[in-house]
């Protein structure tokens, strides 16, 4: 069993940046690969990016490459999700997701266990 607990959301201007963080329980967190998903009011949750168990593989959605990096510290049971250069249309409540093994996949219902999210605006 992993939970997983967002933070770092809030209010940005356009251009600004945040850092999401996912602190994760669960003793096996190193095994299972990491994601950032986001979910806009009257949208469908969509995939951000995700991250192998070892972190040395990483992938994006298109909308977001380039402004947003996602990171690991196995050793702080933790995932980040650092974003710059924010635009308005990246306002949305986002989701850290878990899943075993190391595939990553943009399939929502293929991840295992999800958080309650974390809420970013930017404003224009």
């Known amino acids: 069993q992993v939970q997983l607990v967002e933070s770092g959301g809030g209010l940005v201007q356009a251009g600004g940046s945040l850092r999401l963080s996912c602190a994760a329980s669960g003793r096996t967190f190193s095994s299972y690969a990491m994601g950032w998903f986001r979910q806009a009011p009257g949208k469908e949750r969509e995939f951000v990016a995700g991250i192998r168990w070892s972190g040395d593989s990483t992938y994006y959605a298109d909308s977001v490459k380039g402004r947003f990096t996602i990171s690991r510290d196995n050793a702080k049971n933790t995932v980040y999700l650092q974003m710059n250069s924010l635009k308005p249309e990246d306002t949305a409540v986002y989701h850290c997701?878990?899943?075993?093994?190391?595939?990553?996949?943009?399939?929502?219902?293929?991840?295992?266990?999800w958080g309650q999210g974390t809420q970013v605006t930017v404003s224009s």
């Open positions: 997701a878990a899943r075993r093994g190391t595939v990553i996949t943009t399939t929502t219902p293929l991840w295992n266990y």
